[in-house]
Nanobody, 124 residues
Framework: QVQLVESGGGLVQSGYSLRLSCAASARLFDTYSMGWFRQAPGQEGEFVSVISWNGGITYYADSVKGRFTISRDNAKNTVYLQMNRLKPEDTAVYYC?????????????????WGQGTQVTVSS
């Protein structure tokens, strides 16, 4: 059983930064691809970013490219999402997810395990 716990969300003004963390209780964490997704009120969930098992491959949604950076520390079983130059449209619940295959994929259906989510609110 894999448990994922997100932290780091909060309320910030437009243009500021937040860093999300996702701690995983997974014996094979360093073989998993890890992703971040988000869901805004009244909208469908969307892909944000994904990182391969060793951090060598990353993908981003066009809407966050150049502003968000995904990274991981396998020694700490943790994946991060550094979010810079935040915009009101980034407001959403952010979810961490684990894909037990090492090759990063962007489809939510590829991810077997999900965290509870952390709220990010960006005011204008």
């Amino acid at each position: 059983q894999v448990q994922l716990v997100e932290s780091g969300g909060g309320l910030v003004q437009s243009g500021y930064s937040l860093r999300l963390s996702c701690a995983a209780s997974a014996r094979l964490f360093d073989t998993y691809s890890m992703g971040w997704f988000r869901q805004a009120p009244g909208q469908e969930g969307e892909f944000v970013s994904v990182i391969s098992w060793n951090g060598g491959i990353t993908y981003y949604a066009d809407s966050v490219k150049g502003r968000f950076t995904i990274s991981r520390d396998n020694a700490k079983n943790t994946v991060y999402l550094q979010m810079n130059r935040l915009k009101p449209e980034d407001t959403a619940v952010y979810y961490c997810a684990a894909d037990t295959t090492p090759i990063p994929r962007r489809e939510s259906s590829a991810f077997e395990y999900w965290g509870q989510g952390t709220q990010v609110t960006v005011s204008s």
